[in-house]
Every structure is written in structure tokens, then in C-alpha cells.
């Protein structure tokens, strides 16, 4: 089974600085999606951005950008000029076909983020 | 376009007590997905439907969980009976579906049920 690890579980950054949420995850499939989703207290899942395991390049997503390590099986969020806004769990997640039609998402634990003004 | 709807937000009741949940996706969407989400934790995929047919449910207890999407739009997911170990949020979640690549797998989510089971 694929896992996911978030091996931070809360973090704290100052407003319009710069910081990056760790995620590694276990895998011996070579096509696969990972994706880091934002959840709010509204509870409500936001994805922030994508990440497609054959592209080299880096996901980036206005302020949120991707460090994707394929051979490290690293995929770190940075998210430059933070806001208040930004106040949320973080969710790294893992995707993999299972099926014609069947996607199996695996999510880790979550970050919680902070902005402080 | 409206998002993924979904209802009761707040659900208590007491252990051995039936629950169901209700949840409609975003429309075109033919791929729904619940998910259960334990405090503290990621979400955990509980049932996949693919139009109004199952795709995975290996993750669901089938002793006391139940989900039906009828007519492959809708979709209600049933606790009977619930334990306290299921106080959880409850996610429903819609993907276009279809294809691997593109954006037909980013799934769009709900904002869930709290249930509480006393």
C-alpha cells in the first residue's frame, strides 16, 4: 500500500514571509499524480496544486510552487508571500490508477499551518 | 458552477442509532467518492462509484456501512448501526472521471457531515 508522511505537524509563519511544508510518500508505481490539498476550518478540501510523476517540471500555482523529487520520493509545498488566508491544514496526497475508471487517493496526516500578522 | 453539495452539516446521535448522509455532486460528474475523515487524520476513501456503479468499496464495513448512488447522480451513505468509534466528518467528493490524464481525476469536495456519536 502506498503511504503518505507528513512529517511535520504544525507550523507557523509570519505574513508576506516564505515557508515550506514537507511530504514524503512510498511507492513503486512509476505513473501517478500527487496533489497537496488545503482544508480549512470551513472543513471544505481546496486543491492547491498538482503534480504529474512524468513531468520533471516543477508545479507552480501563482504564490504555491512544488519541489518534486521523483527518486527521493519528496513533493514539498512552498508557499511564498503568505497571507492570513493561508491559515489552514495542508494535505498531502498520493493518486494512482486502480482501475479503468478508479483513482485511489491517499491522503497523509496534514500540516497545520499558522499565519501570524 | 455550483460545487459539491452536501447534507446534514452536524449529525449527533447516540451508539447503535442509524445515520445517513447525503451528498450531490458536482453535475457531469460521473465519478463520487466518500470519504471518512477521523480527528486528527487525513481522509480515508470509504466508497468509489463510477456513474451509479461501484468501483472500490474494499475500505467500507460492510457490516454496518451502506452507500447507493441511484441514477448515477446522487448518492447516500448509511451507518447501521453506529459505534463511537465512526465520530468522524464525512466528505463526498465528485471527479469528471473517464480519463487518467488531463483534469478528469482532481477531485472536488464537499464540505462535509460532522458526526458525532454519544
Known amino acids: 500500500a502506498q503511504t503518505v508522511t507528513q512529517s511535520q505537524p504544525e507550523m507557523s509563519v509570519q505574513e508576506a514571509e516564505t515557508v515550506t511544508l514537507s511530504c514524503t510518500y512510498d511507492?513503486?508505481?512509476?505513473?501517478?499524480?500527487l496533489f497537496w490539498y488545503k482544508q480549512p476550518p470551513s472543513r471544505q478540501m481546496i486543491l492547491v496544486i498538482r503534480?504529474?510523476?512524468?513531468?520533471?517540471q516543477n508545479a507552480t500555482e501563482n504564490r504555491f510552487s512544488v519541489n518534486f523529487q521523483k527518486a527521493a520520493k519528496s513533493f514539498s509545498l512552498k508557499i511564498s508571500d503568505s497571507q492570513l488566508g493561508d491559515t489552514a491544514m495542508y494535505f498531502c496526497?498520493?493518486?494512482?490508477?486502480?482501475?479503468?475508471?478508479?483513482?485511489?487517493?491517499?491522503f497523509g496526516k496534514g500540516t497545520s499551518l499558522l499565519v501570524t500578522p | 458552477e455550483a460545487g459539491v453539495a452536501q447534507s446534514p452539516r452536524y449529525k449527533i446521535i447516540e451508539k447503535r442509532q442509524s445515520v445517513a448522509f447525503w451528498c450531490n455532486p458536482i453535475?457531469?460528474?460521473?465519478?463520487l467518492y466518500w470519504y471518512q475523515q477521523i480527528l486528527g487524520q487525513g481522509p480515508k476513501l470509504l466508497i468509489q462509484?463510477?456513474?451509479?456503479?461501484?468501483?472500490?468499496d474494499s475500505q467500507l464495513p460492510k457490516d454496518r456501512f451502506s452507500a447507493e448512488r441511484l441514477k448515477g447522480v446522487d448518492s447516500t451513505l448509511k451507518i447501521q448501526p453506529a459505534k463511537l468509534e465512526d465520530s468522524a466528518v464525512y466528505l463526498c467528493?465528485?471527479?469528471?472521471?473517464?480519463?487518467?490524464?488531463?483534469?478528469?481525476?482532481?477531485?472536488?469536495f464537499g464540505a462535509g457531515t460532522r458526526l458525532s456519536v454519544l
Open positions: 467528493a465528485s471527479s469528471p472521471g473517464g480519463a487518467w490524464g488531463g483534469a478528469k481525476n482532481i477531485q472536488y
Open positions: 511507492t513503486s508505481e512509476n505513473n501517478y499524480y
Open positions: 503534480q504529474e510523476a512524468y513531468k520533471q
Open positions: 496526497a498520493f493518486m494512482k490508477r486502480v482501475s479503468n475508471s478508479g483513482y485511489a487517493l491517499n
Open positions: 453535475s457531469g460528474h460521473a465519478t
Open positions: 462509484f463510477q456513474n451509479n456503479g461501484v468501483v472500490d
